[in-house]
Structures are given as structure tokens and as C-alpha cells.
């Protein structure tokens, strides 16, 4: 392709707010980049990360051409050689040990597209569901929360309904970093109305907390406890909707006697009785209420417990899809939500239908026309790990992310891929962690290269767009899948464009959505049939449209769920402690989070002096007293171990952490001269239901370096 000299409206790559960014490319390479004042989520804010993205587009350290790995060492190849050398070692694979033994492991990072034609090599065409993806690690846990309030996994409000709130409550999320344009419209808000009330439940004192009118910085792990409370206290307070609650919902009397039978929550919780009275009371009294929530209620060995806890008190108070309340899960990463609605998840199916449902996977099958489908679900990213050192999956193709650094256990993960029979790496990057692990490196396209759709956090779906020439020999991740499936003998793989992906994904949508009285509110009816052009020049939409196109802001104000019989469901959430507490080896409980400026493994973000300029290189964040207690002082190197691993950081003071609790951040990787990954650290506890890591909570030790 040319260059676009013009502006070129696309979406941001990074978090989940999705915000929309006008690029133009500069002759000399890079481009100028501005928020795009016409798109809903952002309305022309970027914040640092997104403003420096014109910074990180040089082709340094890219990969630009396919690699085979031969005698120990990557080998340039030709597109074919590389291409053959997968479907060949997956269909001998597959031949010899069944479907089961081959996995996928995606990314939030990649675009829809992308994401519909890996499920549908994988679930319709190879027949198993290993597939999974990095968004375990970062909402599977808000999925399963959804999937089993509402019977869908859907997001109820969208981003002005924090503009009409009067009281946000920001669970286990520092917005103010992780979801920066989002959080100034909260600014913006308080400042037009300084009554709106912000109160924060973060066991950290975070930049965040700067805004809030209450802090509560509750026990790491304690969230059921006390969301159990407030739904208790609801019910003395005569808050319930009582014809909501009659009209669409079920299960409420045994959620509450769960509720009833909770301990002292302030004493479980760790908190002030009266500031947790105080936050009850707020709660009770106001009509308009939304509670967002992030990591620190996702990535726990109790996260789905914690959404349906929090939903639990919306439905009570019926207090969701009407403007200025509602639950609101805020996505970690660009495309997680466009990776949950093709189903590219291994407990998922596809457009929102159920992989453990006959009917629905014989509907996908035949909508594919594929030779069979997946009839149980596959590995979920911790498991998937396991297996493949287990020697039971034998080849894996990991696309977009990189889980030597990433995943928890990160040791083990090295340990996975070196035993390993076939690892292919799609990736944008020559040199990471991952790259030693690779038997085939296949050059991908990076943002501002490559076509297709995200949705972010509100449903809405907008078009990522390139504005800039494929470097070297680049392709899409949707291409190499497909020209893998033609090798492999799959019909159904025959694509030239996104478009086309798009378009099938859209008549998948619609296809039989109500036939057996399964509703599902994910359709994109009226986008079925789109020209290209039409496709071209989509702009932003929130799913689900109506009969003229129009997206949905909200939904469920009027119940309409998505079970059979149209009710939202109560969850009974008992009180769980974290899998791993701390003990006199490991006295310290450790956290893990993003930093304001740096992006997952700093691939791009590390390329802008700019943003390297906030933190420049790992650190250990420590109460004062645990620091003295383990003998390091503010600005020394520490070492920081768990049972599961160790690495080594600077002493730093200052980020609102409490006593008996650590925090690292979880950008650097094993690149630096000291192997700085902090999920080697972290232990591999997974929530039951999702499979989501407990990242927020692991024991560790710290001791001078
Ligand atoms: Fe990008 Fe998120 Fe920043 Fe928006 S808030 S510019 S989506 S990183």
C-alpha cells in the first residue's frame, strides 16, 4: 500500500477505553498523532501512552521476515517454507496424538478479524478448543461474572453513564493510570459537579484516590465480604426494587442468606467501621449509582465471585442499564471484548454461543460447514502451560503476546516451551523473551499496518485502520491463519480481506439467534452484507444495532436478560480467602499492576524516551516499616522471591501501599540484566469458574540484594 499522508481515524492500541486517534503518516516514517474529537469514547483526550504513539512506529528490532528454526538457530525462510513447516507439523501432530495435542495462545492485541479466524481454524476445522488467550489473565473473571448474571457476557452501560452518576465506585482499579481518558471525564464530571461522589475500594492508595471523597483500603482479597455486607445492608435499608427484583431476576433470597450469614465485614474487610458504614450508607441512599471495576477484582482465585458479588447489589436496587448506574467492567486491554464475541476463549464458542450447548455447536458447525466442531472445552492458559510440559500438547502457535514474561509461574512456561515439540511465535518483535522458544517466527503487521475492528469496554466497535506500508515481509495474523488452513486441507479459509472476515462474523451473528428462544443481545444484523467501502468508512458503533443501525448505549434498564426465560440470576457468593496467604517465610503479600506510562511488555511504549522517563527500571514499591523490617532502604536493589520464583528490583516508597503488602509493576522482562519478570514470582492460583490468576495476591519475602 501507499502512505496516507491524510489523517487516517483509527483506535488506540492500548487499554480498553478504546479511544479514537487520528494518525498521519510522515514521509520520513513515523506520523503525528491527535485525538480523534469526533470519537465517542475519547472525544479528542489521549493520554501519555496514546499522544506518544507516533514515537514507537520505527521499524527497529521489528521482524520483517519469516525464520525456521535449523541446527539451534533462526533461519530466514521464505513465507512458503515457514507456512509448510506449520501445517505440516500441526496435521502430523493432530494425525498422530488427535486434535487436542495442538493449542493456540492469542492476544487481546489482536483485532477481531484476526481473532474470528483463529477460533474457526481451531474449534470448527482442527476440532478442539484449545484456544485461549492473554485475556485470561485480564477479564475472564468479569466474563463468567456476566455469563452468569445475565446469561450473556455484556456490559450493561457505557461511559456517560459516569458523567450522569452521582456516587462512582471504582473497585480494584486505578483508573487514573489504567484507563486515563476515561478517568478525566470522572475529573471533569467532579468538577461540574462536585456533589458526584467518588468513593475507591483499592487496597493501594493510588493515583486514583487523589479524586475520591473516601478511600477504602480493604484486606487484599476481602471484596465478597464486604459487597456480601453492603447487599445486606441494602436489604435493611428497605434500598431493594422490589418490582425489579419480582419482575427480572432470580435467586435473590439465596444470595442474601449468604449475604446474612457474613462475618464483622469491617473486622474481615480490615477497615474503619465507619468509613465502611459511611460508603454503606452512600451506596443505599443514592439512585445513580455505577461501580466500575478492574484487576484487582479480575485476577483473583475468587474474581468471578467478586463481579456477581458487585452485581448482586445493582440488581437488588435495580440499578443497571438506565443512565447514570449499573455494574461497568473496565477491560485491560484493546480487544479483549471483540476476542470474548468470536468466542476466542477455550470455554467459549462463538457470537456469544455456548460451547457446552448441542444445538448451538451444531449451528456453528454448519454455519461454517466445517468437517466438526469442538464438543468440550479446551485449556485455559494456566492449564494449556501445564499440558504442554506435560508433554499432552505438542505444538502451540503463540500470536501477539508474550507468556514467558506474562504469564504467572513464568518459570514454568520457559520450562513448557523448551519441551515442546512445534512452537510458532507471530509476532511483531525479533528479539523477546519468547523468541529462544520458537521453532517458526512468522513477521506480523503492528497498529498502524494492519486493517480490521476492536470493541472496547462500552461495546463499542471501531475501526483500527492502517496508515502506513507493510515493512518487510509483514502479513496479518488473519492471513497466516488462513494460508496454515489451506495447507492443512480446511475449506472455509478462502478470505482476501477483513472485510470479508468481517462480514461472515456479522451473518454469524444474526444466524438463528433466537431460534431456540436464546436471545443473545451480541448481533450485528444490520452490518451483514456491508460493502467494503461501507466497511471502510465505519464509524464507531455500539453493539448491539437496531433495525436502522443505531448502537445500543445501554441495556437491561427494562430487564430482558439473556436466559430463556429473560431473568437476571443472584449468585450466591460465599467469602473465600486467597489461595496463597502469607506465612513467617513469605510474610508479604504481592500485587502486580500496570504503570501510567508503559504498555504490557513495553515492546512499543519502551521505544519513546518520553514515557521511559516515569520509571526507569523495575522496582519493588514497600511500605517504610517492612522495608526497614527486611533490611533494605528506599533506592538499594532488593530481592524478592516466592516459592515459585525470585527477581530483583529497587527499593522505591511512596505508592500508598500498606504494611505487609508489596507492589511490582509488570512491564519489564527478561531483557534486562537482571531477569526482571515479575510473574516468575507470581503463583499460578486460578479462580474456579474463569481460570482467571490470582496475579493481586502471592506470598513473598524480601531481602537485601
Ligand atoms: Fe489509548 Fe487508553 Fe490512553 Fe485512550 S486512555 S489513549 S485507549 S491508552
Not at 281 to 296: C, H, N, P, Q
Not at 466 to 489: H, I, K
Amino acid at each position: 500500500m501507499t502512505i496516507q499522508i491524510h489523517a487516517v481515524r483509527t483506535t488506540c492500541p492500548y487499554c480498553g477505553v478504546g479511544c479514537g486517534v487520528k494518525a498521519t503518516a510522515l514521509p520520513g516514517g513515523g506520523a503525528t498523532i491527535e485525538g480523534d474529537i469526533d470519537h465517542a469514547a475519547n472525544r479528542g483526550r489521549l493520554c501519555v501512552k496514546g499522544s506518544a504513539l507516533g514515537e514507537t512506529l520505527d521499524l527497529d528490532s521489528r521482524l520483517l521476515h519469516p525464520a525456521v528454526r535449523q541446527g539451534g538457530a533462526l533461519a530466514r525462510a521464505s513465507w512458503d517454507e515457514a507456512l509448510d513447516t506449520v501445517a505440516e507439523g500441526f496435521a502430523r501432530i493432530i494425525a498422530e496424538h488427535g486434535p487436542d495435542a495442538v493449542a493456540l495462545y492469542v492476544s487481546g492485541q489482536i483485532l477481531t478479524e484476526d481473532y474470528y479466524v483463529a477460533n474457526k481454524f481451531m474449534k470448527g476445522y482442527v476440532g478442539s478448543a484449545n484456544i485461549d488467550t492473554n485475556s485470561r489473565l485480564c477479564m475472564s473473571s468479569a466474563v463468567a461474572g456476566h455469563k452468569r448474571a445475565f446469561g450473556e457476557d455484556v456490559v450493561p452501560g457505557c461511559y456517560e453513564d459516569f458523567e450522569l452518576a452521582d456516587l462512582i465506585v471504582l473497585v480494584g482499579s486505578n483508573a487514573a493510570w489504567c484507563h486515563p481518558t476515561l478517568f478525566q471525564r470522572i475529573v471533569k464530571a467532579k468538577e461540574a459537579r462536585p456533589d458526584l461522589q467518588i468513593v475507591v475500594l483499592d487496597p493501594r492508595r493510588t493515583a486514583t484516590c487523589e479524586l475520591a471523597d473516601l478511600h477504602l483500603a480493604l484486606k487484599p482479597g476481602s471484596d465478597v465480604a464486604l459487597f456480601n455486607g453492603l447487599l445486606a445492608h441494602l436489604a435493611r435499608s428497605d434500598a431493594f426494587d422490589a418490582h425489579y427484583v419480582a419482575s427480572h431476576t432470580t435467586g435473590l433470597e439465596a444470595a442474601l442468606d449468604v449475604a446474612n450469614a457474613g462475618d464483622d465485614v469491617a473486622r474481615v474487610c480490615g477497615l474503619d467501621p465507619d468509613d465502611l458504614q459511611a460508603f454503606y450508607d452512600l451506596f443505599a441512599r443514592t439512585e445513580k449509582v455505577v461501580t466500575a471495576f478492574s484487576m484487582g477484582v479480575n485476577q483473583s482465585s475468587s474474581g468471578t465471585d467478586k463481579v456477581n458479588a458487585i452485581i448482586n447489589c445493582h440488581l437488588a436496587t435495580g440499578r443497571i442499564g438506565r443512565p447514570g448506574m449499573g455494574p461497568f467492567s473496565l477491560t485491560g486491554q484493546p480487544n479483549a471484548m471483540g476476542g470474548r464475541e468470536v468466542g476466542g476463549l477455550a470455554n467459549m464458542l462463538a457470537v456469544h454461543l455456548d460451547l457446552d450447548n448441542a444445538g448451538h455447536r451444531d449451528a456453528v458447525r454448519t454455519f461454517w460447514d466445517a468437517p466438526r466442531i469442538a464438543d468440550k472445552p479446551g485449556l485455559k492458559a494456566v492449564d494449556l502451560f501445564r499440558a504442554i510440559e506435560a508433554g499432552s500438547v505438542k505444538a502451540v502457535w503463540i500470536m501477539a503476546t508474550n507468556p514467558v514474561v506474562s504469564m504467572p509461574d513464568a518459570d514454568q512456561v520457559r520450562r513448557a516451551l523448551a519441551a515442546c515439540e512445534l512452537v510458532v511465535v507471530s509476532d511483531v518483535m525479533a528479539s523477546t523473551d519468547l523468541a529462544p522458544y520458537a521453532h517458526v517466527a512468522l513477521p506480523a503487521l503492528a497498529w498502524g499496518e494492519k486493517d480490521g475492528t476492536v470493541t472496547n469496554s462500552e461495546r463499542c466497535i471501531s475501526r483500527q485502520r492502517a496508515f502506513l506500508p507493510a515493512p518487510g515481509e509483514a502479513r496479518a495474523d488473519w492471513r497466516a491463519l488462513c494460508d496454515v488452513a489451506q495447507r492443512m486441507g480446511y475449506a472455509g479459509f478462502n478470505f482476501d480481506s477483513a472485510h470479508a472476515i468481517f462480514d461472515e462474523h456479522a451473518r454469524l451473528s444474526a444466524w438463528k439467534n433466537d431460534d431456540d428462544g436464546h436471545r443473545r443481545a451480541f448481533r450485528l444484523d444490520p452490518l451483514v452484507g456491508l460493502s467494503r467501502a461501507a466497511y471502510d468508512a465505519l464509524q464507531p458503533v455500539q453493539w448491539p444495532l437496531n433495525a436502522d443501525g443505531e448502537g445500543t448505549a445501554r441495556l437491561f434498564g427494562s430487564g430482558g436478560f439473556s436466559y430463556p426465560d429473560r431473568k437476571a440470576r443472584f449468585i450466591a457468593t460465599g467469602v473465600r480467602a486467597p489461595a496463597n496467604v502469607p506465612c513467617s517465610e513469605f510474610p508479604l503479600v504481592l500485587n502486580t499492576g500496570r504503570l501510567r506510562d508503559q504498555w504490557h511488555t513495553m515492546t512499543r511504549t519502551g521505544k519513546s524516551p518520553r514515557l521511559a522517563g516515569h520509571a526507569a527500571e523495575p522496582f519493588v514499591d514497600l511500605h517504610p516499616h517492612d522495608a526497614l523490617l527486611a533490611g533494605v532502604r528506599e533506592g538499594e536493589l532488593a530481592r524478592i522471591s516466592s516459592r515459585w520464583g525470585a527477581m530483583v528490583a529497587r527499593v522505591a516508597h511512596g505508592g500508598g501501599i500498606a504494611r505487609g503488602a508489596a507492589f511490582v509493576p509488570i512491564h519489564w522482562n527478561g531483557q534486562t540484566a537482571s531477569d526482571a519478570r515479575v510473574g516468575a514470582l507470581v503463583n499460578p492460583a486460578v479462580d474456579p469458574v474463569s481460570g482467571e490468576p490470582e496475579f493481586k495476591h502471592t506470598p513473598v519475602r524480601i531481602e537485601p540484594f
